[in-house]
Nanobody, 120 residues
């Protein structure tokens, strides 16, 4: 019912910035919570940030002060503003969406992923 389409990834130098977007197509009003995950080569998928239906946000320690998650419910889009990027931020970034109460173990929808590469 909901399809997530990501954009904004690319190649940047250390210290640079990117803004990722994830647009929801379909019945976006059924979506309450949204999140960004990432997975680097040889590593497990990890939660970067999430935002609830009432706009409460949470961040992983390794991105606090650098990344900001936000949403535009009318537009059906969630954003991840990434500043002061580091090489260790290199990963495929995925957006996820969930309806109902927040459950970090169960996401209803996933985006296709967008590659972020931070390198000199």
């Amino acid at each position: 019912q909901v399809r997530l389409v990501e954009s904004g990834g690319g190649l940047v130098q250390p210290g640079g910035s990117l803004r990722l977007s994830c647009e929801a197509h379909g019945s976006i009003f059924s979506v309450d919570n949204m999140a960004w995950y990432r997975q680097a080569p040889g590593k497990e998928r990890e939660l970067v940030a999430h935002i609830t239906g009432d706009s409460k946000t949470n961040y992983a320690d390794f991105v606090k002060g650098r990344f900001t998650i936000s949403r535009d419910n009318a537009k059906g889009t969630v954003y991840l503003q990434m500043n002061n990027l580091k090489p260790e931020d290199t990963a495929v970034y995925y957006c996820a969406a969930q309806k109902g109460d927040y459950d970090p173990t169960l996401w209803d929808y996933w985006g296709q992923g967008t590659q972020v590469t931070v390198s000199s």
